[in-house]
Structures are given as C-alpha cells and as structure tokens.
C-alpha cells in the first residue's frame, strides 16, 4: 500500500475527462501479491473510479480490444447525452452574423 498515496496523485494529476482502465487480476483484486506487497494495491476501485474491468493474468489481446472498445462506447454515450443535455437548456450554438451586401459599380475587367 505504500504506492496508494503516489497512484492518487498520479490520478489527480491527469488532466479531464478522466478514464480508468483496470488492466489484469493483480490490479482489480490485488491477486497472489497483496500480501506484504508496496508495489500492488488490493481493490484500485477503491482508490480511484474505474471505467472498464479487464480481467486476467495477463490480459488477453482479444480482451484489451473488448475493453478499449466498451471505453469508446461509454465515451460516445457521455458525448451524446452531453449534446441532449445542452439542446434541452435552451442553448444554441449559432452566433447572429450582420452581413451587408456591397454593390460595386464597377465596370470593365474584374482581373486588375
């Protein structure tokens, strides 16, 4: 447990939107490790939200695929009820443009 405290910050330091995913038994569980162990934390949800679980030890390449994209389906979802959400206040999103046409008397050759 000694890496919690460095994992938290490591985390509040990310920049937003933030997204976890929980990568192999060892970091969902604590796996055959947690015991008397600094490097892995037992339950990393309980430290920071996690997004998308990705069980096994290691993870399958198939899996990580699965993961990655259940975390874009997620991120899409949030993009689109944040697009509802903000048509429903009322908002919009076109600014009121003054054009004023410009005639030009001019006559002859436009190429000069």
Excluded: W
């Excluded at 509040?12 to 162990?37: H, L, R, W």
């Excluded at 993870?59 to 509802?84: F, N, Q, V």
């Amino acid at each position: 447990m000694k890496m919690a405290p460095s994992f938290v910050k490591l985390y509040e330091q990310m920049s937003e939107p933030k997204y976890v995913i929980a990568m192999g038994a060892c970091t969902i569980t604590g796996g055959m490790f947690s015991t008397d162990s600094y490097s892995t934390i037992r339950g990393v949800d309980k430290l920071i939200p996690v997004d998308v679980y990705l069980p096994g030890c290691p993870p399958k390449p198939e899996a990580i695929i699965d993961a990655i994209t259940k975390l874009h389906k997620k991120i899409s979802c949030e993009i689109y009820e944040d697009r509802i959400r903000s048509q429903q206040g009322g908002r919009c999103f076109t600014t009121n443009h003054k054009f004023c046409l410009v005639c030009s008397t001019r006559t002859g050759n436009y190429n000069q």
